[in-house]
């Protein structure tokens, strides 16, 4: 097996390699990828470090310090509560970034079981094709017909809604596309000389999966997971705000809007605060998949 791995032709890994590399110089040429990047970074930097250093806990409740405006509108000058406090005193600002903690890890994680299943699958029916690939394309189109968020309002309405079962619940819900665009690379690489020249070799069909066809798979869903990361930190504070994201007093985008929306006349930033920590993110992410979609585009238009 050894040999084997050591004389596979051709292999495209050190192929894929330069052309993510590529995608990422041209990436990094894009103001607007800059501006996300650095946007994106200093959101998660905020998040990781702040709610530590600040001391302050997110769910301790402080009926004193309650309904705080933000600094910006001149009521209190406060520097300890720069984002105000909700209705039973807890800090805005520190509940926004532990959300946005919660928010993108349940985004990043979603999207990487959507990775697994989606490609996993994708590349078994693109690479051995027939009723295979037919059913696992049938199991797709299944999946597409039903709504995720149906889905997930069902599952999660009669459940407990831990993250876990969230996380769970949207990967299983959203594979399908990572699905189709593996199959597609997948049964146009399999007909190249590289693949019938590793067969012919004696390379059983796993080794050429995982070290042949595997690493050509990365360019074409580079931006496609970005994008989808924002799109699940969209759909967890949808199931937060409607009471089946992650439950109280765990801080979320979508539990602490909704908590806000009570008392949006005369305490509007509960509510807004949150929401402006998520359209941020969001943006961030939203520029950087759409800046690497541009370099990717970039390249192949030169390579063609």
């Given amino acids: 097996m050894a040999a084997i791995d050591a004389s596979l032709p051709h292999s495209p890994a050190p192929r894929s390699a330069s052309i993510s590399r590529r995608i990422w110089r041209a990436s990094l040429a894009l103001n607007e990828f800059r501006v996300g990047l650095a946007l994106f970074t200093m959101l998660l930097l905020a998040a990781a470090f702040y709610p530590?250093?600040?001391g302050i806990d997110p769910t301790k409740m402080n009926v004193h310090d309650r309904l705080l405006a933000p600094i910006f509108m001149g009521d209190h000058w406060s520097l300890r509560h720069p984002l105000g406090t909700d209705q039973i005193g807890r800090d805005m600002l520190v509940r926004s970034l532990v959300g946005l903690r919660y928010s993108f890890l349940i985004g990043v994680s979603t999207v990487a079981v959507m990775l697994c299943?989606?490609?996993s699958l994708g590349m078994i029916a693109g690479y051995f094709g027939g009723r295979i690939d037919m059913g696992i394309m049938r199991l797709t189109d299944a999946q597409l017909s039903i709504p995720m968020i149906i889905l997930a309002i069902s599952v999660l309405g009669v459940s407990r809604p831990t993250i876990p079962a969230i996380i769970l619940v949207l990967g299983l819900s959203s594979w399908p596309i990572y699905a189709r665009v593996t199959r597609s690379v997948t049964m146009t690489e399999r007909k190249r000389e590289y693949v019938r020249a590793a067969?012919?070799?004696?390379?059983?069909?796993f080794r050429i999966l995982t070290r042949l066809l595997a690493p050509l798979i990365v360019p074409p869903i580079i931006f496609v997971s970005a994008l989808d990361v924002a799109r699940m930190m969209i759909f967890e504070s949808i199931l937060g705000f409607i009471g089946l994201g992650v439950q109280p007093p765990t801080p979320t985008f979508g539990n602490i809007i909704a908590d806000g929306r009570k008392y949006l006349l005369?305490?509007?930033w509960i509510a807004t605060m949150p929401g402006v920590f998520l359209c941020l993110?969001?943006?961030s992410i939203n520029l950087i998949g759409a800046s690497l979609e541009r370099a990717?585009?970039?390249?192949?238009?030169?390579?063609?």
């Fill in 296 to 304: 990717r585009n970039r390249i192949h238009g030169g390579a063609s």
């Fill in 199 to 205: 067969q012919l070799m004696g390379a059983s069909d």
């Fill in 281 to 283: 993110t969001l943006t």
């Fill in 266 to 268: 005369n305490a509007w």
């Fill in 117 to 119: 299943i989606g490609c």
């Fill in 52 to 54: 530590e250093l600040s």
